[in-house]
Nanobody, 127 residues
Framework: EVQLVESGGGLVQAGGSLRLSCAAS????????IGWFRQAPGKEREGVSC????????YYADSVKGRFTISSDNAKNTVYLQMNSLKPEDTAVYYC????????????????????WGQGTQVTVST
């Protein structure tokens, strides 16, 4: 059974930091790219970032470049999203994804059909 379990969400003040984790199981980690998308109430889904597990290539949405960093611990089948300089507009439910593909185009595609995704973790950034 494929599982993507997110953790690390919470409430933080603007300018603060959070680190999200995504623990993956049930598939061959190195064959997939792991990523994140987010969705705020009343807004379209937005791709955030993804990392190709086999070679460490990373991709980011323009809205988070320079503030968010995605990384992978392949030994633990876990991906992290370090989020710094958080803004109120980063408030959303963040979902971990697993898919064979990862690219800027996929991050920009609001309707991309990821092969797997998790249950999500809430991130709230207060002013």
């Amino acid at each position: 059974e494929v599982q993507l379990v997110e953790s690390g969400g919470g409430l933080v003040q603007a300018g603060g930091s959070l680190r999200l984790s995504c623990a993956a199981s049930g598939f061959t980690f190195d064959d997939y790219a792991i990523g994140w998308f987010r969705q705020a109430p009343g807004k379209e889904r937005e791709g955030v970032s993804c990392i190709i597990s086999s070679d460490g290539s990373t991709y980011y949405a323009d809205s988070v470049k320079g503030r968010f960093t995605i990384s992978s611990d392949n030994a633990k089948n876990t991906v992290y999203l370090q989020m710094n300089s958080l803004k109120p507009e980063d408030t959303a439910v963040y979902y971990c994804t697993a898919d064979p593909l990862c690219s800027t185009a996929i991050i920009q595609d609001q309707s991309y059909d990821y092969e797997y995704w998790g249950q999500g973790t809430q991130v709230t950034v207060s002013t």
